[in-house]
């Protein structure tokens, strides 16, 4: 993935300064590791904003009072901050970037340009998580991606002299580039996920956007997609639509079922999947397998389809097997949604 950046994009930036961002936005895809946003990418970027701490968090809702679902510190950072659960939660509640952020704000913002030293040393936000370490100004930025509601932010802190306008723009300048990165790994992260899918469960996948259409789909999941609905699987058809507005993730039942002759087309959400599977009229089985069958699809258990049938575990777990072979299905969910 290529990044381009003209020097007329970077007025503000000195010769030096516009090269060596440059080259961080071309090589910043090799930085990182598992996410693209760890290990050596806050090394490389402690390298254009100078900085005594450098940490990427993501959290799972906003404000977000319990702290961040996944955060990254610079490996040379070490981690110590024994008041941390309280130093995150005033900080929500007291940092002015916070709220300006709340408001809809997603351009780097520096705490020193809200208040000034004086000021910043009489809150208790400073003396939780500045005071101690010898931070006197932060830099952050929120990345532009939606949900809003689930942020994705940089946090650069700093003691002695605060951050410039230079390393506001340096950040500022660097967002778009940021996001694209973010998307591209997020994509791929999707992809390996859907070919997960598709191999472990046997089925046909259509990988899901955050907003229901398809971000990837195997060549068997769109040759059904056209043969039931008449669509290329460049789309998702208004049933699939419709059902997954009325979708109850709690519900192994709830699945969809399209009839056609004798074939039926069934299709099932996983997270942010959809398993595929065409199957034939419904096999003979035996009244215990079918006694089973209907009570996997109530959403009990072995143990407690055992207890009511007076028979062992190992017996139920025997049955289900006999019974996954004849319907042709392979997980749990699939079995309790063919009795529908």
Known sequence: MTFVISFEAVPALARGDAERLLRFVAEAESFGGEHPFEG?????LGGLIPADWIEYAETDAWPAD??????????????????WEASYAIHMAEDPVMARWQEGTVDA?????????RELHRTGFYDLAMKPYGYEDSLSLLLPLQPFSRPKVFFLERGGPGFSDRDRAILDLLSPHLVRLYQASESKRRLRGA???HESNRAAVVFLETDDRIAFATTSARELLERYFGEDGGHLPEPVMSWLRRHRPDDVSDALHIEDGDKRLVM????????LEERRPMPRLT???????????????????????WVSPL????HLENIYAKLGVHTRTAAAASVQ
């Not at 215990?288 to 009511?308: K, P, S």
């Open 315 to 318: 017996t139920v777990r025997r």
């Open 40 to 44: 050596e990418f806050l090394t490389q």
């Open 109 to 117: 913002l520096k705490l020193s340009d809200f208040c000034t030293r």
């Open 268 to 275: 099932e959400r996983v997270e942010d999947a959809l398993l």
């Open 66 to 83: 319990d702290g961040p679902i996944l955060g990254f510190s610079r490996p040379s950072d070490d981690f110590d901050w024994v008041n």
């Open 287 to 309: 009244p215990r397998e079918r006694e089973i069958l209907d009570r996997v699809a109530e959403g009990e258990t072995n143990g407690e389809i055992a207890a009511r049938l």
């Open 195 to 197: 070919l997960a899918l």
